[in-house]
């Protein structure tokens, strides 16, 4: 979390985002029907060789919107997404995707369904930009459905979409931690689910590619219906991007609702221990949270000579995750 003034963003475009004009909406899965839940899970447990680590999840997510996941370090947020993601099988309740039971669903057909971007993806071994992305059409695939020029258009908008079609020829393991981010992205576009569950898809990249990304998921949930739920670490950016912000501590839920009802001085003292001052600007609405914590440079003090060569303004910088 950091003090982070939310820098203001092309919003409200008339269109999909992106060089290629969007996502087809062809391709995908049919739009979901708007309204009601999407995921749910009901008083679900999860941890790693018998140590519990969520227990009692309760949840729903809403569908067609853009719910963002907010927590300290180590509270438990990738594992939640682990177990909607069905990578962690809990040891008590259930996870149901459209009322059906995550669990007993088949492989493929939750791979159709739900696009997992986990927070620290493995890149194998001398695969290019291109190879990674095509990727995320596997579970479309089959034995009697090869690869089809409807394939390669999603990969193409994927591409695009994300601004690595210059990259699409290199090595993944050989890009920035940015660009690498921003395939891993295009991949998981490039499945087309109806659902997209992204685990700190901003970490590593810079505020402007931070703001496109974000961008690109309001979009997705306004113009498609994709429901996104996605674990965020700067408040600033969840309030402002989320339609429902869930707040993690310990493995347990502290706080959800709508981004105004959770992110008070309160919660967020409860949730990060930490003491804030939270502000919400009118009238768009946008946050901003200092974090009051013992110290503060001494040029920021009232009255205190300006440095040579100090900046005039003290802006806040980025939102790093
Ligand atoms: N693969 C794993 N094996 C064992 N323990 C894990 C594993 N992944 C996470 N944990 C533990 O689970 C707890 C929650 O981790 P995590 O869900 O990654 O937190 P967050 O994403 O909120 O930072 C931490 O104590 C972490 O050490
Ligand atoms: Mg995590």
Redesign the pocket.
Same mark, same amino acid.
């Given at each position: 979390m950091t003090a982070v003034q939310t820098p203001s963003t092309r919003h409200a475009p008339p269109a999909v985002s992106g060089p290629a004009g969007g996502m087809g909406p062809d391709a995908g899965p049919a739009a979901p029907a708007t309204g009601g839940t999407a995921l749910v899970a009901q008083g679900v447990s999860l941890g790693?060789?018998g140590?519990p %680590?969520v227990e009692g999840l309760d949840l729903a997510v809403p569908r067609g919107q853009v719910t963002a996941v907010v #927590?300290p370090? #180590?509270? #438990?947020?990738?594992?939640v997404l682990r177990g909607l993601a069905r990578l962690l099988r809990p040891t008590a309740g259930q996870v149901l995707l459209d009322g059906r039971d995550l669990h007993r669903m088949p492989t493929r057909q939750v791979a159709r369904e739900v696009g997992l971007l986990p927070?620290s993806p493995v890149v194998p071994d001398g695969i290019t930009v291109a190879e990674l992305v095509s990727r995320g059409r596997h579970p479309h695939r089959g034995l009697l459905r090869q690869w089809t020029r409807d394939d390669d258009r999603v990969v193409a908008e994927a591409l695009a979409v994300t601004g690595t079609e210059d990259l699409a020829g290199r090595e993944v393991d050989q890009l920035s931690g940015g660009q690498r981010q921003r395939v891993w992205i295009a991949m998981v576009l490039a499945q087309r689910t109806g659902l997209l569950l992204l685990d700190e898809p901003t970490s590593f990249l810079d505020i402007a590619h931070q703001v496109e990304v974000l961008d690109l998921v309001r979009d997705l949930s306004t113009q498609q219906g994709t429901t996104v739920v996605m %674990?965020l670490h700067d408040l600033a950016m969840a309030a402002r991007y989320a339609d429902h912000l869930v707040a %993690?501590r310990e493995g347990r839920i502290a706080a959800q609702g709508a981004p105004r009802a959770v992110v008070t001085a309160e919660t967020v003292e409860q949730v990060f221990g930490v003491r804030c001052r939270v502000r919400w600007e009118e009238p768009d609405g946008d946050l901003t949270v200092v974090p009051v914590g013992r110290h503060r440079s001494t040029s920021a003090r009232p009255g205190a000579a300006a440095r040579p060569g100090a900046a005039a303004t003290a802006t806040t910088a980025g939102g790093a995750s």
């Open positions: 790693y060789q140590r %680590v #927590g370090n #180590g509270c #438990g947020k990738s594992t927070q %674990v %993690v």
